[in-house]
């Protein structure tokens, strides 16, 4: 399929996966709001996006570039906002964020890696490609500060801290393959902050700054539209600073 390159004069198309997720929803509303056209896919839309099966990912890709096709419109920037901390597996195991290596469980840290990890693995094999070869384009990825290597003091949270370290590796290496295809992408992981949604709730704590989906959706955009090419690669919190790996 022949993808058309952004011109001045036709507005790009953001893609947004995990639609139907707290922070999902609120980038979802912020970037209608603003006019934009939002491709928005997730478990429950159609196509749907479910992480269990490649094919439906493929699905999303065809789906994208059939609707660039007819359109003539450009896909300028790709935000994926799916994740897992805790709930149910496919199998219905309970899956829990583990206080200590007795709590290691192979079908949660496989779930946690399934969601985290490896399906944005599939996002970057099946999406990425879709970007323009020229003219500025982001493809962001939702992580968390608790994958930083670097900032763990606290421990505990195994399967999430190690699944977002290697959605961070995988972010990374693709952001260099990406940049040899266009100079002018961005390509990284993103720390939203912590925000009020299914996944944070049971863990909230009073005195840590819990914000709004909305106000974290407007950060996480704001962020997004002003990294820099040379900042590819990174991985930035909700204010644009670096996080350490
Ligand atoms: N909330 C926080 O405080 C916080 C802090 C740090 C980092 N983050 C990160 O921010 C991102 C969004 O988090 P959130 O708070 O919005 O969580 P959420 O409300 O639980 O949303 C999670 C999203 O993941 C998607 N998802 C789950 N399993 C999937 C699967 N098997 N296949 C495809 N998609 C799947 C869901 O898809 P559907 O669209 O189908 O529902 C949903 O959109 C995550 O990466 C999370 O780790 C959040």
């Known amino acids: 399929m022949n993808h058309p390159q952004p011109h001045a004069d036709v507005p790009g198309v953001s893609l947004l996966l995990g639609a139907g997720g707290g922070i999902g929803t609120a980038l979802r509303q912020r970037l209608e709001e603003r006019g934009e056209t ?9 196509p749907a996006l479910d992480y269990g099966d490649e094919a439906s990912v493929a699905a999303c890709a065809h789906h994208l570039a059939e609707r660039l096709e007819s359109s003539g419109q450009v896909l300028t920037r790709l935000i994926v906002a799916t994740g897992f901390l805790h709930g149910r597996t496919p199998s219905g195991h309970l899956a829990e964020p583990e206080r200590s290596w007795k709590n290691l469980e192979p079908e949660a840290l496989a779930h946690s890696f399934l969601v985290n990890a490896i399906g944005p693995a599939l996002v970057i094999k099946h999406l990425l490609p879709l970007l323009p070869r020229q003219g500025r384009c982001t493809a962001a990825f939702l992580s968390a500060r608790v994958g930083s290597v670097g900032d763990n003091r606290l421990g505990g949270w195994y399967a999430y801290r190690a699944a977002k370290a290697a959605l961070n590796q995988l972010v990374h290496t693709a952001a260099i393959e990406l940049a040899r295809r266009n100079r ?27 914000r709004s989906p909305d106000i974290a959706a407007a950060e996480i955009l704001a962020v997004v539209d002003g990294l820099q090419p040379a900042q590819s690669g990174g991985f930035w919190d909700q204010h644009g600073k670096a996080v350490p790996w």
């Open 184 to 210: 002018e992408s961005v390509c990284v992981v993103l720390h939203p902050g912590t925000v009020d949604t299914g996944l944070s709730q049971p863990f909230a704590k009073t005195g840590l700054a819990v």
């Open 38 to 46: 939002v491709i928005a896919l997730g478990r429950h839309t159609e």
